[in-house]
């Protein structure tokens, strides 16, 4: 049992180093602003959910306080990090690109971040509600 | 066989944390360095769930959940400040 227990912990070790490392060196790696945003937002959140899960289960097997804290930051991590992707994307958009360079959403709708139609994106889709939302704005 | 798995985790997550450092000082634009910011606080995360395994301690879950929120926070932050020019408007 214990053996199993080792080759667990280990290999999720192993498995969670070599994440966090690809993810960082795709940081300096990738060649494009937004493909580097792919990198770590991803690699390195798998990597530490590896570390993580791995000391879990040491605390688990090995020692005698054990417990489920590290699946609360793994949970956190994993609740946090679209929507920090999200939010150096939208950065991006903004400082490199002007609007009309952006690839066409469709639709006869512009991207949300920049808003031309942003009062009318959303309430499309329901004719009462944005009837409701401009009866109550006038 | 622990021991060992837990040096190579150590040096790649501080080779990681070399690369993020990297990246800070030479970066094409803003968005990048606030990129590697975060990558660095997710990864120090990593760093301290290995120490605390090292030392079998349970010492370091509130540093490291302190960790997770004040770099979210602050990722989030310094983003939102880029977007609109101020964090809370």
């Known amino acids: 049992m214990e053996y199993f227990a080792e ?60 417990s489920w804290h590290e699946l609360l930051i793994t949970l956190f991590l994993f609740l946090t990090a679209p929507v920090t992707g999200l939010m150096i994307a939208k950065t991006n958009m903004h400082l490199t690109w002007r609007p009309e360079e952006l690839p066409d959403p469709g639709e006869d709708r512009n991207w949300a971040t920049f808003g031309q139609s942003a009062d009318r994106s959303l309430m499309d889709a329901v004719p009462e509600v944005d009837k409701a939302v401009r009866d109550h704005r006038e | 066989m622990i021991g060992y798995a837990l040096y190579f985790a150590f040096a790649c997550f501080g080779i990681g944390q070399l690369f993020c ?27 301290i769930a290995l120490f605390g395994i090292l030392h079998d301690t349970a010492m370091y879950f509130e540093i490291m959940l302190l960790f997770a929120m004040v770099g979210f926070v602050s990722t989030v932050a310094y983003a939102k400040f880029l977007l609109r020019g101020d964090v809370i408007e």
């Not at chain 1, 060196?25 to 690699?43: C, E, I, N, S, Y």
């Not at chain 2, 990246?23 to 660095?40: E, F, K, S, W």
């Open chain 2, 21 to 47: 450092l990297y990246r800070v000082v030479i970066a094409p634009g803003v968005g990048d360095r606030v990129l590697a910011l975060d990558t660095m606080s997710i990864n120090m995360i990593a760093l």
């Open chain 1, 7 to 66: 080759i667990l912990i280990t290999a999720l070790l192993v498995l969670g180093g070599i994440f966090g490392l690809v993810g960082s060196f795709g940081l300096v790696k990738l060649p494009d602003q937004m493909t580097r945003l792919h990198a770590p937002t991803k690699a390195a959140t798998l990597g530490v959910g590896g570390i993580l899960m791995a000391s879990l289960c040491w605390f688990f097997f090995f020692s005698d306080h054990s």
